[in-house]
C-alpha cells in the first residue's frame, strides 16, 4: 500500500519555525520527486518547494524563499520542509507529493497556523 504519512503542522505565532516531514512508503521512494504543496482558506492549491530525486536540485516558490528549506533522506525514505521566519501568510493546509512521471501520490495534509 503506498502511503505518504505528514507530519510537522501546528500553530505558532509569526518569526517562528517549523519542520514538516513525509514519510513514504509502498514505492520506490528514490525514483519520485517530492514536493509540497499547500492550500489557504478560499485559495487554490500552490506549489512550495519540490526536490528531484536523482541530484536532488530544488525548487522554492517566491514566497518561500530564504525561508524555507527542503531535503531529503533516501535511507529513511523522508523529505523535510524546515519552515523559518513564518508569517500569517503562511497559514494553509500543507500536503506531500510523491511525483515519477505521470504518476502522484499525495499524502494527507497537515495544518500550519501561524499567529500574528
Known amino acids: 500500500e503506498v502511503q505518504l504519512q505528514a507530519s510537522g503542522g501546528g500553530l505558532v505565532q509569526a518569526g517562528g519555525s517549523l519542520r514538516h516531514s513525509c514519510a513514504a512508503s509502498g514505492f520506490t521512494f528514490d525514483n519520485y520527486a517530492i514536493g509540497w504543496f499547500r492550500q489557504a482558506p478560499g485559495k487554490e492549491r500552490e506549489g512550495v518547494s519540490c526536490?528531484?530525486?536523482?541530484?536532488?536540485?530544488?525548487y522554492y516558490a517566491d514566497s518561500v524563499k530564504g525561508r524555507f528549506t527542503i531535503s531529503r533522506d533516501n535511507a529513511k525514505n523522508t523529505v523535510y520542509l524546515q519552515m523559518n521566519d513564518l508569517k500569517p501568510e503562511d497559514t494553509a493546509v500543507y500536503y506531500c507529493l510523491g511525483k515519477l512521471f505521470d504518476t502522484d501520490y499525495w499524502g494527507q495534509g497537515t495544518l500550519v497556523t501561524v499567529s500574528s
Open positions: 526536490i528531484k530525486s536523482r541530484d536532488g536540485s530544488t
